[in-house]
């Protein structure tokens, strides 16, 4: 039996994996490839977003199968980023990570994080406590929900 996923900071030199691991968990929305291609620029970490902003990885064994990232100044952050491996959704493992991230940002003065969701996600995010502020065009082109939680 597998041991339990742990969340720790995201490490140098993770940046690629970590963008790897976002564009899966977008595509298990059945998006195209070339929605994807176009999109990818924006699901990319870079080792400068590992150094600067709040990211967070769940790891199965020495994997990641999870990733987030806080961004933004206190009190109002933004939640950029919360991707799960599609093998391990439905494993409240989200629901895990979405927790921590609101922790994570507890402990660093923020109050409220701002969602900018993919649509297949919107449910997640009310479910968890999020509630429907808008939209936001996003530099893909289409309009998304946009939430907001208190902390």
Do not use: C
């Amino acid at each position: 039996m597998a041991p339990e996923p742990t969340i720790r900071r995201a490490r140098l030199g993770e940046a690629g994996s970590l963008s790897e691991l976002a564009l899966r968990s977008k595509a298990h929305w059945g998006y195209s490839a070339e929605f994807l291609d176009m999109v990818r620029e924006l699901l990319t970490f870079t080792e400068r977003d590992l150094v600067d902003d709040l990211v967070y990885v769940l790891e199965q064994g020495r994997e990641p199968v999870g990733v987030y990232r806080v961004i933004g100044n206190q009190p109002q952050g933004e939640l950029s980023d919360l991707w799960l491996d599609p093998s391990f959704i439905g494993r409240s493992l989200g629901r895990r990570l979405f927790r921590h991230a609101l922790d994570t940002a507890a402990g660093h003065g923020y109050q409220t994080l701002i969602i900018e969701s993919d649509p297949n996600a919107e449910g997640f995010y009310t479910a968890m406590g999020a509630g429907r502020i808008g939209d936001r065009h996003s530099p893909s082109g289409r309009i998304l929900p946009l939430l907001r939680i208190p902390i």
